[in-house]
Structure formats: C-alpha cells, structure tokens
C-alpha cells in the first residue's frame, strides 16, 4: 500500500505563515510594521514521484529542487523577526489519502527554520491535494478574523493526483465562498490535460489565478507574485455595523467611517438623519480578494433614497475587466439645491444604498465594504463663496508637469494608509492584480493634475502574448471618484509591457461646485487630501519576468491655494503644494528592472504661462454667482441684493425646478 501510494502524485504542505509585506526577492528590503498584520502564505508542494523527474534544463536538477528554490525565495524575500508555521500533510506514511498528520508545529522558526522545513520535502509523498488545502486554510485562519493583510495558498503541482477525495475543486469552492478566507492561487509546474483543468478550477472556485509554468524561473516568479499578494491588502477601517437588506430594519449611522461585508447581488440599507440645510457626502469602497472573479458588467452601485419611493441621487462604478477584482469605490453627496424647493432638500430621514452587482461566474464569497459618511455645514454667515470653477482650464491634458530625476516612495493599500506626495515626480513599483494608493493635499482654488507612467517592461521571451491594462482613478477627499466620462483624462490603456501613459486631474476646488451639473465638478466642493489610486491588471504577471512593474507619478499642484472658500479670502500661509513626501513614506527601493518611458520636459515658467492663461480664459468666461449663508438652511442666491446679474437661462432652470417641486418631482 505506501508503494501504490508513493507511486500517486500527491501533495505535501509546506507552510509559510509569513506575517508580513514580501518584497521582490532580488531586493529584500524591510517593511514597516503597520503593513504586516494579518497577512500570510501556506505552500502546497507536490511531493509525488512526478516532482523526482528533470524540468528540462539540462542540468539534471529535479522539479522539486525547482519548487523548494521557488518556496525559498518568498521567504528569503520577507523582513526579519516575523512568525512562520511550517505544516507537513501527508508524508508518505502507511495511512496514504486519509494521513494529514502535522510534522511540524507552527512556531517562531524564522527564516532558518523556515528553509529547513522546505529542503525536507522529498518527492515520495503521499496523501490528498484537497486535505491539504483544508489544512493549509485552516493555519491562516487567525482567531478572530483580521482587518489587515490578505492570505493566500500558493498551489504548486506537478501533476495528477492520486487521491482524488476530497476533491481540490470542491475544498477550494468552500474556502472561495467563506468571507476572510485566504485566495487560492496556482502555477502548474509543466502540467497539462485534465490535471490542468483541475488545477485551474481549483484556482478559479478559490479567488485567485492560475498560471502555466514551463520552467524553474518561471515557477519562482508566479510563487513570488503570490506570495507577495498575501501582503498588503487594503486595510479597512471602521466601526463595525451590518446593514440591512430593507429600509425598515436599517441601522442608524452618524457621521462616521464603518465596515461591513456584502455578497453578489445583495443590498444593504443605512439610515440617516440630515438638516435642510447642510451638504452630506457618502462613499462605499469594496475591498475583495485581489484577483477574484469579475465580469466586465459586475459594478458598485450607490444610491441616496428618501420617502417611500424617491432617490436622491445614485452612482455606479464598473470593474470594466475581466482579469480580476481590485478595490472598487462608489460616492455621491446629497447637495441641498440654490432654491431650496426640491424634495431632497427637506430634514428628515434617508437612506444610504450599497448594492454589489455580479454577474454568472463572479466570486461567491462576501466582501468586505467600507463606507464613509460625512457632513458639510454651510458657510458662516456673510460669507460669500467664490465662483464655481468648471473648467480644467491650465490642468487640462495639455498641462506641463514636473520633470526630473524621481524619488523613491512606497504607495499605501487603500484609502486609510495612502502615502502623501508633495508636488514633484515619484518612483514606484507595482505588483499585477494590486493598486497603490497616494494622497496629495489640495487647497481652495488649487487642482491636482498628475501623470502615471508604467514602464518598458521586459517580456517572457523578449514578446508579449497576453494583453493586460494599466488603470489609475482620482478620489475627491470624501471618495468620490471623478475625471472619467470627460473627455479630457483616459482612466485606463492596455499594457503588454511596452511604455504606457495615463493621464488625469481635477477642475480647480470652488465651493460652488456643488451647484454644478458635471458629475466631475460637483464632487470637488471640498479643499482637502485627493486621492490618486493606480491599478495593474492581474494578466500583465503571465508576461512580465520581474515580479513587480515601474511605475512613475508626476504630480503638479496648480494654482495659489486661497485661505477659505469665500469670494474674498486671500493666498493661504501654508502652500498645499511642495516637492517632498514626509520621510517615513519614503526608501529606497531596487531599480532593477527599470526602463520608463519618455520624460516630459517642463519647468515652472511653462506651467505659469498655461496657468494665467487659464485664469484669464475663466475672467472672460460667463460666471455664475453664488452666495453661501448661515442660519437654519441655505441662502438663495436670487435673494441676495448685492447679486451680480445671473448667467443665461439660471432663472428659467429655477422656475423649472418650482413647478417639478410643485408637481411633486424631486428634481
């Protein structure tokens, strides 16, 4: 019987609980500790027979010395002084597919320990794939849960598997579908036909990706990738609360910042409560498993209800790919109108809806959903806002941006720790399947306008095959993304590894925005901390050999910040713009790898013409006066006699507004 079953190809669990940020293994480097809670990795290793015979270099080495090499090098990847948990399931005992015996507990063994344990694993293993991954599931799941960091099982067969129940597939289906279960990631060491199939179904039903790998290089390099997934993921923060799926059981939030989970096709209802007089702004980021199943169609999709049957406004966001899921945010703001008749500018309850939209073949398991709610008072008394500023004028796509050597900074994994950027260039480097997050301080009057380069990346085979996208999104300080739908900015490209540009921005901040018809100017009614997201498709990891990607951040402030939002305030004492990051978001990181494309030349000269020449562009321009006020609720501007003549057709579009309202139409 242990012949027959060291004949079958079996698996042996390796385990690497790596509490920890991994770096890319050709440049270990440390990371702060506020990125390594909660993450970790289990290795499942094939120890069959299969994993005894040459990978076809040439020089007479095993695949599992190819494996154990490619194991080895997350860890010698990771920062010091951190836990590992090595864990052996089946190790060709007498008892075959039913032993899953721990041959080592899990403990502080440390990098030493750690590489011991992977060295030990022969290729005459026996026991079940599908046993395995239950027992690697269950060494990552903390007690408890964790906000922080993501898990993964890194599956690495050689081929098929002997012990065929409990089926891999079926094990994987049931972790995928758990909320805070690790994803389940693959790379088929030289690996075809049905085995194959299994091994990508196995992926698929967990929430991670598959990958075919023909040789030792390419298997360090996708176990390094997924490795390195397992850190870092977006760092929820909140008060928890769960909502409701109608309006009459919905929790009562006050303005706040809360965490919840959501499944496919599921709403959630949150009430509050507003005055009539004050702006309320609303966001829901979804944060899942990087990677996880998405259709093109699967979206965010945020409402503001109000009565039995009104909404007061509604946003949707798209994945818009297929390659995998990464963070997806949803905002809008409930804006009392100038006239003060529409029926959302009532006091009184409403509802916040998060609805997630998921199509056949999207992940199963519920996400986590972090939700924002804040609220704007109105201006004091006597003070006038300056105009709305709805045009990009000298932030257009046209803008000259800084050039010059870039500085090394580490992005964040979401909103909550994004890195701050001052004006200036920056360096960075990207994982497939993840997004960076940054935050540059914008002041009243000013506007952000920024470039993303990612870069000439060398290709498998000096070609690329497989097509991913480059993708980069702007946030308002209370999360509303805006820029896209413009004209202007392009949010996304394709990516093969050549050069690749995004450009985008912001119209200049104005308090009157909010009166705005543009739904990307009337979000940017608040000076504050703008965020800049940017995103590599999962599929760029099938062409790229270095485990990361070069990307390239040139940021530009533009304007003097004002020192308020009143038509009157003068030049702030503070400029929100500059040309350096605080310290401890900064470090040196490895430049090997590095081709970016093109620079674009610039100077302060070129971005002072283009930015009067905007100034005196919106002088001429038609403008549309607005007056703030104090008090139990907003001032119509039409009330104020020191009003200065409206533009044309704003008194038809209030009329218009009084006779919906008195029809009893919201808007």
Known sequence: ???????????????????????????????????????????????????????????????????????????????????????????????????????????LSGRDGLGKAVAAVGSEGGGSIGRSLRAAAADLRAPGGSSGGERAILLVPGGEDGCRTPSPCAVADRIGRSAGEPRIDTAGFQVSGPARQRRECAAGAGGGRSYDVRDAAALTRQVERAGQLSAGGYRLKGDRVRGAASRESAPSLTPGQYTDTIGPNEKRYYAVDLDAASTADFSATLAPRPGAAVGVADALHTELAYGTAGVCGAATQLFGQREGATPLTSGLSRVPSESGYRSCDKAGRYWFVVERRAGRGADGARWPVELTFHVEHPLEKGVTPAQSAPEYGAGGKDAVLPAGAPKDVRGGTGFNDARALGQGVWRDRLLPARTLWYKVPVGWGQQLRYDVQFANEPTVNGRSTHYSYAATQVYTPDRVPVGNGTGEFTSRRPYTGKPTSLRMGTVPVAWSNRYESGTHVVPVHRAGDFYLAVTLGADAARSAPNAQVGVVLRVAVLGKAKSGPGAGAGRASHTTSGDTAPDEDNGKLPGAGWKPGPVVAGCSLGVGVLLLAGLAGAYLRARRPVRGGAGAGPVDPRTDSTVRPAVPGQEQRARERRRNAAKGEPW
């Open 1 to 107: 019987m242990a012949r027959r079953h060291r004949r079958w190809r079996a698996a042996l669990t390796c385990g690497l609980l790596l509490a920890s940020a991994a770096a890319p293994a050709h440049a270990a480097r440390p990371v702060p500790a506020a990125r390594a809670e909660g993450g970790g990795a289990v290795a499942v290793l094939d120890s069959s027979g299969s994993m005894a015979r040459d990978d076809g270099s040439g020089t007479g080495t095993g695949r599992i010395a190819d494996a154990r090499h490619a194991v080895s090098a997350v860890a010698d990847a990771g920062p010091d002084g951190h836990p590992t948990g090595p864990r052996g399931h089946g190790d060709g005992g007498t008892r075959g597919c039913d032993d899953a015996r721990s041959v080592r507990p899990v403990g």
